[in-house]
């Protein structure tokens, strides 16, 4: 089966510019999940979805990030204004959301701000 | 906070098993062991979990100390495929879509 997958791979702007990463999970998965992942750091969970609704957004710079999953499958993350230190890699998952079974990653985004 | 420890490092030879630990002294009864990986500039991969058996697929073995406290992923023969960072995470499997809490892991580096 096709893997999780996210665009584009790599992405460099300037402090205060917007950006947006798209992506798209495996077929039939009805969760899904963004993580950020700092150098050196492990992923850490920014949004989750539950179909096209949130089931948990705690760690979301509400301020700055979003995200939308429209019609419950593709889901875009945007960042507005970018700072210094949102410099880090995205990633996406998805699980088919039945106990027991594993989250699938993307390889992610690399965001480097300027 | 992550509920598991790791060494920050590892070295193995290609060739040789692999025994990676953890440390997970506050398991709750319900909550079971899982086990990612992540190779340089990819995403997490997931490679095996368990609750209190000891476990095996085609990628590892998962071996929990009968007081679940602790745990060994081993990599039965090491290739230099397997340089990765190594996760171990502890988490409700009942809690299908909840959130996976990482912390910084093991990297692992197979020399030749």
């Known amino acids: 089966e096709a893997g999780v997958a996210q665009s584009p791979r790599y992405k460099i702007i300037e402090k205060r510019q917007s950006v947006a990463f798209w992506c798209n999970p495996i077929?039939?998965?009805?969760?899904l999940y963004w993580y950020q992942q700092i150098l050196g750091q492990g992923p850490k969970l920014l949004i989750q979805?539950?179909?096209?609704?949130?089931?948990?957004d705690s760690q979301l710079p509400k301020d700055r990030f979003s995200a939308e999953r429209l019609k419950g499958v593709d889901s875009t993350l945007k960042i507005q204004p970018a700072k210094l230190e949102d410099s880090a890699v995205y990633l996406c998952a998805s699980s088919s959301g039945r106990a027991n079974q594993p989250q699938h990653f993307g390889d992610g985004t690399r965001l480097s701000i300027l | 906070d992550a509920k598991t420890t790791q060494p920050p490092s590892m070295d193995c030879a290609e060739g040789r098993a692999a025994n990676l630990p953890c440390n997970h002294s506050t398991i709750s009864g319900n909550e079971y062991v899982y086990w990612y990986r992540q190779i340089h500039s990819q995403g997490p991969q997931y490679i095996i979990h368990g609750l209190k058996n000891n476990e095996t697929n085609e990628m590892a073995s998962l071996i929990i100390t009968e007081d679940r406290k602790s745990s060994t992923l081993i990599l039965p023969h090491a290739t230099l495929r397997d340089t990765a960072v190594y996760y171990c995470?502890?988490?409700?499997?009942?809690?299908?879509?909840?959130?996976?809490?990482f912390g910084a892991g093991t990297q692992v580096v197979v020399t030749p």
């Open positions: 995470i502890v988490r409700v499997a009942s809690d299908s879509w909840g959130k996976l809490q």
């Open positions: 979805f539950q179909n096209n609704g949130v089931v948990d």
């Open positions: 077929s039939g998965h009805a969760t």
